[in-house]
C-alpha cells in the first residue's frame, strides 16, 4: 500500500510537471487558427501575446481585438487596469495608429495660425460634416497659440468635392474656410484651370486608416479620432511634445 501510495504521488508530480511546463502555441499558429474563422475577407495583421489572464491580441488594421491560445473565444472590447484606470486597449491603439507628423504633406493643406501659432496639430475635416463645424465653431476658435493644418478630406457626399474645391481656390484660403465652416458663407465658385489636391488628400486619409471625420493629429504623431471640447484639446497640447 505503501509503494502505491508513493507511485501515485509520484505520477501526481509528474503530471504536474507536464502541465507547468506546457509549450504555449505560437503566435503564427493562433494566426492560422483565427483568421478562417473570422471570414473570408478578413486579414489579419498580428497576433500578439498580451500579459492579461492569457489572452492574445488580434490586430486587424487599426482595431484591436482579443482571443485565447486556442482561438476559439473572440473578445470585442476595451481592457483597462483598474489600479491605474488606464484603458489600455485605447493606449495600444494609439500606438500603432500613430504617424510621422513630418512625413503630413502640410503643402496640401490650409495653413492658419493662431496667436504665436507655437503649437502644432494637422485636422482632416469634410465640408458637409456636422461635427467638424463644430468642432471649428467652438474647440478651435477657443484655442489660441496654435498652427492648424487643415486637410480637406471628402469622404461624405461628391458635393464635398466641389466645396473643398471652391474655398482651396479662393484668394483666403483659411478665411474662406472657416467662413464656411463656422458662418455658413460658401466660397465663390473655383476659377476655370484652378487645381485643388482633393483626390491626394483622399488617399492619404485611407493611406493613414482616417475613417471619419474629424480627425486630429499631434506632433508627436498620436492622433484623436472624433471632436474634442477646448479643455481635452488643451491638455493633449500640453501633454505633447513640439
Known amino acids: ?40 475577407n478578413v486579414k489579419v495583421d498580428s497576433i500578439t501575446q498580451t500579459p492579461y489572464s492569457g ?42 495608429t500613430k504617424i510621422k507628423f ?29 461635427y467638424c463645424k463644430r468642432l471649428r465653431q467652438t474647440t478651435l476658435k477657443q484655442t489660441d497659440n496654435v498652427t492648424i493644418y487643415t486637410f480637406l478630406y471628402n469622404i461624405l457626399s461628391d458635393d464635398s468635392f ?31 484651370g484652378c487645381e485643388a489636391p482633393n483626390d491626394e488628400v483622399l488617399a492619404l486619409g485611407h493611406k493613414l486608416g482616417i475613417s471619419g471625420t474629424p480627425a486630429i493629429f499631434f506632433a508627436d504623431g498620436s492622433r484623436i479620432p472624433g471632436a474634442i471640447d477646448a479643455k481635452t484639446l488643451e491638455e493633449k497640447l500640453k501633454k505633447v511634445k513640439q
Open 1 to 40: 500500500m505503501r509503494k502505491t501510495k508513493l507511485a501515485l504521488l509520484s505520477l501526481s508530480v509528474l503530471m504536474a510537471s507536464c502541465v507547468g511546463a506546457e509549450t504555449p502555441p505560437s503566435t503564427e499558429a493562433i494566426k492560422k487558427l483565427i483568421e478562417p474563422r473570422l471570414g473570408t
Open 55 to 96: 489572452l492574445y491580441e488580434v490586430r486587424i488594421g487599426s482595431d484591436i481585438l482579443y482571443t485565447d491560445k486556442t482561438a476559439t473565444y473572440l473578445i470585442n472590447g476595451h481592457i483597462f487596469n483598474l489600479t491605474t484606470g488606464a484603458d489600455l486597449t485605447r493606449e495600444r491603439i494609439d500606438d500603432i
Open 102 to 130: 513630418s512625413d503630413l504633406p502640410l503643402d496640401k493643406a490650409i495653413k492658419t495660425v493662431k496667436g504665436d501659432g507655437s503649437r502644432v496639430i494637422a485636422v482632416f475635416e469634410d465640408p458637409n460634416c456636422g
Open 162 to 192: 466641389v466645396k473643398s474645391k471652391n474655398v482651396w481656390c479662393s484668394a483666403d484660403r483659411s478665411k474662406a474656410w472657416d467662413d464656411w465652416m463656422v458662418s455658413g458663407k460658401a466660397a465663390a465658385v473655383a476659377p476655370a
